[in-house]
């Protein structure tokens, strides 16, 4: 997910929480939001439009974040001191902190967690640290009606917010994550035998089936999860995505958070496609220069012009765009830098995998030009600069993909998928 959804998610909480839905089915109710203490990244910004859409609904919300690693009380500690700083607009009623202490390495994490660490098996140690995390300080004054828990890793430590009560439980998945730990291993320095997926995945399944009902965020995270737990409830809820400015510049724009997927995306978009350019230009945002000067630094050398790193203001670069380019070939999960640009209603140039996870044919896009291989997205991205050049994006607010957004990404789409998600409980 992208590290840019951060600078935009004040206003989408207030648009969710001024325009919201018709009824307030929560009214009179709390509901807690359990997340990990994660900020700056799609993760983080997905829990803000919970919260958000949750009080549009009605709900008193409380915020409860966990950390995913050792730490110490809050909020002492640098992990939590940056937390604090880089979450003041949450947007939550009330806030709770916890997590594993450090006086657990006494305990048996170190054989039922690390052990298994070592081999690569992240699932398992993420659920030993989440198991002795203690009741925040400050939390038995509440009743909570309802819980929202995000990662099948934070279940454990929400099972301990109930206190032996019965509250219902959604799960929101962000994806399988098993699937994210073996992308992480990959260079990684383990004891063999290794974990493989299909042990980490058990790991996750088991914990989802606690769940009352499990919320997915794209249409391939749906259909993969029925198919693994078909005893379980499911429900597809896009997540709620900032409305980006309406673009009405000339630039030629890549927006890219660093995570593997972008990497492997934008390389081959300077490798395959650059070649065939034909001095077409583009600028490229966002905190993927340090993952490719990281990865590739002789790469990142021949191209270092097209970088300008992490912007403030990543909503003006959208506002002066005449064309985003979605140069997409690796990844899972729904690309919320996608979602952005469709928010920005400008001319796209795209990889049919760019529109993973949705349940739409961007073939039907009007402002939407597919590419299958690198010399057509070079043709394409040719014709969208001259276009843009020649007097920008016609009415970005009318164009197919803002529509798009507006039925199925925005604020109000989300609090009204989650309403009637909720009913089901």
Not at 45 to 70: E, H, P, T
Not at 86 to 106: E, K, Q, V
Not at 161 to 178: C, F, N, W
Not at 328 to 342: D, N, Q, Y
């Amino acid at each position: 997910m992208s590290d840019t959804m951060g600078h935009i998610s004040s206003s989408a909480a207030r648009r969710a929480e001024t325009a919201g839905p018709q009824g307030r089915p929560f009214a009179g109710k709390t509901v807690a939001v359990v997340h990990a203490a994660w900020h700056s990244c799609g993760s983080y910004q997905v829990n803000v439009s919970q919260i958000a859409a949750y009080k549009a609904l009605g709900a008193r919300v409380v915020s409860v974040a966990m950390m995913d690693d050792f730490a110490r009380r809050p909020p002492r500690g640098g992990r939590w001191t940056t937390y604090f700083e880089a979450s003041r607009d949450i947007g939550a009623d009330r806030r709770f902190y916890s997590g594993a202490p450090f006086s657990a390495l006494a305990s048996r994490v170190l054989v039922d967690g690390w052990w298994r660490l070592i081999h690569g098996d992240q699932a398992s140690w993420l659920i030993e640290l989440a198991k002795r995390a203690p009741l925040p300080e400050g939390f038995e004054s509440e009743s909570i009606d309802f819980i929202h828990a995000n990662h099948y890793f934070t279940l454990p430590f929400a099972e301990r917010l109930m206190r032996g009560r019965k509250v219902p439980v959604v799960l929101e998945t962000q994806d399988i994550q098993a699937r994210q730990y073996v992308l992480r291993n990959k260079g990684g320095f383990f004891i063999t035998p290794h974990a493989t997926y299909d042990d980490m995945l058990e790991v996750e399944l088991s914990w989802m089936r606690r769940a009352d009902l499990c919320a997915h965020l794209n249409e391939e995270e749906h259909r993969d999860f029925q198919k693994l737990l078909p005893e379980l409830r499911h429900a597809l809820i896009y997540p709620a995505v900032a409305s980006t400015p309406l673009a009405r510049g000339r630039d030629i724009i890549i927006v890219a958070s660093d995570n593997y997927g972008n990497y492997m995306s934008l390389r081959w978009f300077l490798q395959e496609v650059m070649p065939f350019a034909g001095g077409a230009r583009v600028a490229i945002y966002g905190n993927i220069d340090g993952g490719v000067k990281r990865r590739d630094a002789a790469l990142y050398e021949s191209h270092r012009a097209l970088f300008k790193g992490r912007v403030d203001d990543i909503g003006a670069v959208y506002a002066n765009a005449g064309c985003v380019l979605l140069p997409t070939v690796e990844g899972h999960g729904l690309s919320i830098k996608a979602v952005e640009a469709l928010s920005c209603g400008a001319p796209l140039v795209a990889t049919p995998l760019a529109f993973r996870g949705m349940q739409v044919n961007p073939a039907k896009l009007g402002n939407v030009a597919l590419a299958e291989n690198a010399r057509q997205f070079a043709a394409l991205w040719r014709d969208a600069q001259a276009r843009a050049v020649s007097g920008g994006p016609a009415e970005p607010e009318r164009s197919d993909t803002r529509r798009l957004y507006e039925d199925a990404f925005s604020p109000e789409a989300y609090a009204r998928a989650l309403a009637m998600a909720a009913a089901t409980l």
